[in-house]
């Protein structure tokens, strides 16, 4: 899931090279972690959240067909 979020992520943003994306397991849990460049921010989050909801959407979807958790994070 890890690849899958940084393609949809790399998409979004306008510095691509910026994105870092760091995936911790713990069990039935992984928790999922965005960087991004300055600026980009806003980008990822989408216009009152939207963005973001439909990305954790479609982990929640994946998680689902897979037994597991999925939890994204984005951190400044």
Do not use: N
């Amino acid at each position: 899931m890890k690849e899958a979020v940084e393609k949809i992520v790399k998409g979004l943003v306008g510095q691509p090279e910026a994105v870092e994306v760091s995936e911790i397991s713990d069990g039935k849990t992984v928790k999922i972690e965005v960087r991004v460049g300055v600026g980009d921010m806003g980008r990822l989050i989408g216009r009152e959240g939207r963005t973001v909801k439909a990305i954790r959407s479609l982990l929640y979807y994946a998680g689902q067909k897979q037994g597991t958790r999925f939890q994204l994070d984005i951190v400044e």
